[in-house]
């Protein structure tokens, strides 16, 4: 039988040896997102692997999206190059994003909800919604048939309070879109965080647009009411017809869920010059 005091030195051993291992892997993580910093092909590889996973494109996918060959796709997604300004934007663009966003070095710890079909959905309605109609087959099946965008700005029992449905929404982005092709400018929404409250994700969206001096580019008419800005934060809150924190984790593992209504909340926005 082990005598309690040899217990105890081994259980405080244990305990140090614990510590030290966590310390050792802070500070290695911390000399990987230093190297990450210094190494710019690396930090667009790890956004890059990290964006693709989010949205669920391939390597494949990505080619075909960005019109560069695959042998390049492959090349940058390795980091084995760093990629030119031309090559870099197409991937941005293949991957509805931008340069920025995929040389930020908090990206990668950004998190979701934890959910991954959640996850995935935030991605795609997100990023999606924002092109208009020709995306409708891509995000229909998130929505359920009766969906409506709300306007939590607008006067509480006013009858512009209730937006449009999931068809009439896109129709009235594609204005957004028609933008693009007569001034070169597009809108990219950043997800800054998100999370399950009940029955409801919230999704805090940052919207950007790309403008200069001599345009004054519109932010998508369905989410911001023909507001004139370069930069919006938003509040994107989806009511769906599951409540995930009340479920178990086998009823967690269906995938199948509709967006029954979303509401958006403005936090702040940048007026264009």
Request: aromatic fraction near 8%; proline fraction near 3%.
């Amino acid at each position: 039988m082990k005598n309690p005091k040899n217990i105890v030195v081994e259980a405080i051993t244990n305990n140090e040896t614990q510590n030290l291992e966590e310390s050792l892997d802070k500070l290695a993580k911390a000399k990987e997102r230093r190297t990450q910093r210094n190494n710019p092909s690396q930090q667009f590889s790890l956004n890059m692997k990290v964006r693709m996973n989010r949205l669920g494109v391939s390597q494949a996918k990505l080619s075909e999206l960005s019109g560069l060959p695959r042998s390049t796709i492959a090349r940058v997604y390795h980091a084995k190059r760093s990629p030119s300004l031309d090559i870099a934007h197409k991937i941005a663009e293949g991957l509805s994003t931008t340069v920025s966003y995929l040389m930020n070095d908090e990206n990668r710890l950004l998190k979701r909800t934890g959910i991954q079909y959640i996850d995935k959905a935030i991605e795609d309605v997100v990023f999606y919604i924002l092109k208009g109609s020709v995306i409708y087959d891509k995000i229909k099946d998130y929505f359920d048939d009766d969906y409506r965008l709300h306007y939590t700005d607008i006067e509480l029992y006013s009858p512009d309070r209730i937006g449009p449905n999931l068809i009439e929404e896109l129709n009235l982005n594609d204005k957004g879109v028609e933008s693009k092709k007569t001034t070169g400018f597009d809108t990219y929404p950043y997800i800054r965080s998100a999370c399950i409250v009940e029955d409801w994700v919230h999704i805090h969206t940052r919207i950007i647009t790309e403008q200069n001096m001599n345009f004054k580019t519109q932010l998508p008419i369905a989410t911001m009411k023909d507001r004139q800005s370069h930069a919006v934060d938003l509040l994107d809150m989806w009511k769906i017809n599951r409540n995930l924190l009340n479920e178990s984790e086998a009823e967690r593992a269906n995938k199948d869920f509709k967006i029954l209504a979303r509401y958006i909340k403005v936090f702040s926005q940048s007026q264009a010059q």
